[in-house]
């Protein structure tokens, strides 16, 4: 249905559709556990750079297995605490490793 919405769709020629639905049973199989931690990333990463307080275009995010990393430089104190809060507030993290740097 979705694959024909978006064909309905001006200047679309055609639609490659490559979505899988997923039972519960699987729900613990690595394909999805590595989608969860990429969207987690993806997450992460537009909050960051998303916040006037924080650059986020200093600050690396890692995800596996739920464990956010954060790696960078930061001018402030602030700064980096906000950018923890900021992971730790994203649905799906479990962890958040602090290797973030205060310049100075």
Same mark, same amino acid.
């Given at each position: 249905m979705a694959?024909?919405?978006i064909k309905s769709l001006d200047g =679309?020629? $055609? /639609?490659? @559709?490559?979505? #899988? /639905?997923i039972n519960k049973k699987e729900s613990s199989s690595d394909i999805v556990k590595t989608l969860i931690d990429?969207? /987690? +990333?993806? =997450?992460?990463?537009?909050?960051l750079l998303f916040s006037t307080e924080v650059s986020g275009t200093d600050i690396d995010v890692e995800v596996k297995s739920g464990v956010v #990393?954060?790696?960078g430089t =930061?001018?402030? $104190? +602030?700064?980096r605490q906000? +950018?923890?809060k900021i +992971?730790? @507030?994203t649905d799906d993290v479990n962890k958040v490793v602090d290797k973030i740097k205060v310049a100075g």
């Open positions: 694959a024909e919405l =679309v020629k $055609d /639609v490659d @559709n490559q979505l #899988t /639905v990429s969207k /987690v +990333a993806t =997450v992460v990463k537009t909050r #990393t954060l790696m =930061v001018a402030s $104190d +602030a700064e906000l +950018a923890l +992971a730790e @507030n």
